[in-house]
């Protein structure tokens, strides 16, 4: 049986032993076991939601598919959102639209349940359709 390995340089050799079996009557190797441990690296922290999905089902219009992808890129660990106002900037730049256009864009969304203001610039993910973890066995 010839196995391959599959040579992936991301993975840590942990532990290599070699067992050898050897012939008593000619004291020759007979055979030559390698057992090797491997620890692969974690999957990074991710955000997964299905954004495309989700509007169809609320019937978003892209404009708020639009904003709702760029704020998600600020979800935290909690669950929260703050927008800081260099980050505003930068979404108004990316899309297009003035800062007025943006805070119209967020309390829709925030009508139709997908996110919540908190006050300030902080808003909270609906928990029941966005979460922010690490992957885990």
Known sequence: MNITERTDSKKKVLRQNITEVID???GNITQEITDITV???????????YIDNLCAVTKAPDSLKD???????????????ALSTRYRKEICKLLGIKDGTLRNRL?????MGIIASCGGNEYQANP??????????
């Open 107 to 111: 309390y829709s969304l925030s009508k």
């Open 39 to 49: 620890q692969f690296p974690q999957e990074p922290a991710y955000v997964k939601i």
């Open 24 to 26: 008593r009557e000619t």
């Open 67 to 81: 904003v709702l992808f760029l704020i998600l890129r600020k979800l935290d660990y909690d669950g929260y959102i």
């Open 128 to 137: 029941n359709l966005f979460a922010r973890g690490e992957w885990k066995k």
